[in-house]
Antibody, heavy 123, light 107 residues
Framework: QVQLVQSGAEVKKPGASVKVSCKISGYTLSELSMHWVRQAPGKGLEWMGGFAPEDGKTVYAQKFQGRVTMTEDTSTDTAYMELSSLRSEDTAVYYC????????????????WGQGTLVTVSA | DIQMTQSPSPLSASVGDRVTITCRTS??????LNWYQQIPGRAPKLLIY???NLHPGVPLRFSGSGSGTDFILTISSLQPEDFATYYCQQTYSTPRTFGQGTTVEIK
């Protein structure tokens, strides 16, 4: 079954770091372009960064430069997003999502979303 | 950065109505545009990819059109399960950007 499965909810104190994982099944990580999107409570979708095939590299949104690190473990087909120096405004649901890269994609089958991981930042 | 402007926001409609949501981009993006539906507490669900292609399993009452800078999502006959928030997203360049969302509310 083609899906993205994310790690569970986290509660962190201000100043701490959080690392969210996203395991892909049905494709390999190298076949797709992995991105991370977050959604604060009651707000819209915000792209944080991801592998951009058009740039040939991982690109981070300017807002998160210096605080976010996105990595991939191709041996386990798991992607990670680590956000540091957390503040209350980082409380949000974090999603991993994919785009087509080198995989053969039937229809929109390569546009996958994880179930979301709630990260709560509170003292 | 490519700015995305959705309208209207919000949108009040009744069951059976024909509904159109517009997404305008600040630069041309060819057809690199997706439409998503989101129900509160759930991950976004892909409806339309590459501007006009219906994702398998999505009801035929949904359709997408447009190219360049102007795009439209149409729901031909609104159903109760369609009351949700809809987002457009461009995948033409980084940073990827989303519209601000259009919430379809019950009139």
């Amino acid at each position: 079954q083609v899906q993205l499965v994310q790690s569970g909810a986290e509660v962190k104190k201000p100043g701490a770091s959080v690392k969210v994982s996203c395991k892909i099944s049905g494709y390999t990580l190298s076949e797709l372009s992995m991105h991370w999107v977050r959604q604060a409570p009651g707000k819209g979708l915000e792209w944080m960064g991801g592998f951009a095939p058009e740039d040939g590299k991982t690109v981070y949104a300017q807002k998160f430069q210096g605080r976010v690190t996105m990595t991939e473990d191709t041996s386990t087909d798991t992607a990670y997003m680590e956000l540091s120096s957390l503040r209350s405004e980082d409380t949000a649901v974090y999603y991993c999502t994919t785009e087509p890269y080198i995989a053969y994609c039937s229809g929109g089958s390569c546009y996958l979303w994880g179930q979301g991981t709630l990260v709560t930042v509170s003292a | 950065d490519i700015q995305m402007t959705q309208s209207p926001s919000p949108l009040s409609a009744s069951v059976g109505d024909r509904v159109t949501i517009t997404c305008r981009t600040s630069q041309t993006i060819s057809n690199y545009l997706n439409w998503y539906q989101q129900i509160p507490g759930r991950a976004p669900k892909l409806l339309i990819y590459a501007a006009s292609n219906l994702h398998p399993g999505v009801p035929l009452r949904f359709s997408g059109s447009g190219s360049g800078t102007d795009f439209i999502l149409t729901i031909s006959s609104l159903q109760p399960e369609d009351f949700a928030t809809y987002y457009c997203q461009q995948t033409y360049s980084t940073p990827r950007t989303f519209g601000q969302g259009t919430t379809v509310e019950i009139k």
